[in-house]
Every structure is written in structure tokens, then in C-alpha cells.
T-cell receptor, first 112, second 114 residues
């Protein structure tokens, strides 16, 4: 059973607008969350992280929001650029585990 | 360039054949991981290692074996390949388990079992 879910397989956004990618998780013991970006024929690359002691983390155009009560996190990209077109994975882990659980990914297309 | 290198990049196997995928990292990371990526399934952990000479099972370990004889290398073996093992395999490494900088991934090995 998927512990981390990304319910939108794809998303299209106009260049310059905001992209919002969503992720839900079921395990309340998860306390660390990551977002990865993946281009075709390449491995995932780390984008941004957040721990459960925070509800927001920013890095340039990328902001991750965490709502622990709803078990939901989102990645905001503002402004979106064509080079942001990729598959985005969220991942979560708990303090006692030795692995990150990954979502199924959302394919973002930024239209010039 | 520093990073994680996977070999080979592509491979076609016949059912029942064996092969070994090699992962090498030059960042002196303690932790190494093997994931597989399948359509609609995300990345799932096969096996991982928390240091030289240690290995442990992940979510989907059946049909695979691993070894970490040297800190920089993590090998994934398929003793008798099955079509269900057709997938893209990613190796990753990290300095600690829960790291603010995530894992460093290799570029993947696309394996087809016919």
C-alpha cells in the first residue's frame, strides 16, 4: 500500500505562473520530507527538504509547505520556467526507519 | 566529477540469466541504496547498506542479492532473472540516513528481461 501518494500524474502551467504540486502521506510517524526533480534518462536530483518541526521551507523559486494535521505537503514553484519541466517526486521518512518512501511522481510541463 | 556511477546503463537479459549491476560512489558516503522504478509505482527500495560489509532488505528484496565489500561500491545481483524484474534501477548514496540534502542518485540502469 502506497504510504506516499501523488494523485496528479501530470500538470501543465504557463511560463511565469505558479506551479503547485501536491503530495499526501498516510504514516503519522513520517517526520522528514524531500522533493526530487527528474529529467528523462537521468537520476532524480534533490530539490528541497522540510522536517516536521517546520511548516514552510524556501529556496529561491521553490517553497515547500507541510500541513502535518492533514498529512499533506505541497511544492510551489514561482515563477515557473520551461526548464522546470520534469517529473517531481516527493519522499518521506520516519525517525526509526532506514528508507525514504517515494510517491509515484507528477510530470510538470511548463508551456512557454 | 564526484557522484554516483552505475554500470551498465542498458541491458537485455533472457529469463533465467544472471547479472550484476555495479554502483560506485566517490563521496565517501556511508549509506547506499538500490531502488527500482516502475510505471505508476514510484521508486521502491530493494536493498540498502549502512556501511561497508553491511546490507539490509528494503520493500521489495525478493529475487535480488547485494554486497558491499568496499565502502565505495554497492553491487546488486539477479541470480535468475524474471520478466517481472524488467525495470529501471537506480543506485543512491548519502552521508547520513536523514539528510537535509537528500540522496545522490546515479543515472539509472534500464533492464529488460525477455
Amino acid at each position: 500500500d502506497q504510504q506516499v501518494k501523488q494523485n496528479s500524474p501530470s500538470l501543465s502551467v504557463q511560463e511565469g505562473r505558479i506551479s503547485i504540486l501536491n503530495c499526501d502521506y498516510t504514516n503519522s510517524m513520517f517526520d522528514y520530507f524531500l522533493w526530487y526533480k527528474k529529467y528523462p534518462a537521468e537520476g532524480p536530483t534533490f530539490l528541497i527538504s522540510i522536517s516536521s518541526i517546520k511548516d514552510k521551507n524556501e529556496d529561491g523559486r521553490f517553497t515547500v509547505f507541510l500541513n502535518k494535521s492533514a498529512k499533506h505537503l505541497s511544492l510551489h514553484i514561482v515563477p515557473s520556467q520551461p526548464g522546470d519541466s520534469a517529473v517531481y517526486f516527493c519522499a518521506a521518512s520516519g525517525d526509526t526507519g532506514n528508507q525514504f518512501y517515494f510517491g509515484t511522481g507528477t510530470s510538470l510541463t511548463v508551456i512557454p | 566529477n564526484a557522484g554516483v556511477t552505475q554500470t551498465p546503463k542498458f541491458r537485455v537479459l533472457k529469463t533465467g540469466q544472471s547479472m550484476t549491476l555495479l554502483c560506485a560512489q566517490d563521496m565517501n558516503h556511508e549509506y547506499m541504496y538500490w531502488y527500482r522504478q516502475d510505471p505508476g509505482m514510484g521508486l521502491r527500495l530493494i536493498h540498502y547498506s549502512v556501511g561497508e560489509g553491511t546490507t539490509a532488505k528494503g520493500e521489495v528484496p525478493d529475487g535480488y542479492n547485494v554486497s558491499r565489500l568496499k565502502k565505495q561500491n554497492f553491487l546488486l545481483g539477479l541470480e535468475s532473472a524474471a520478466p517481472s524484474q524488467t525495470s529501471v534501477y537506480f543506485c543512491a548514496s548519502s552521508y547520513t540516513r536523514q539528510t537535509a540534502y537528500g540522496y545522490t542518485f546515479g543515472s539509472g540502469t534500464r533492464l529488460t528481461v525477455v
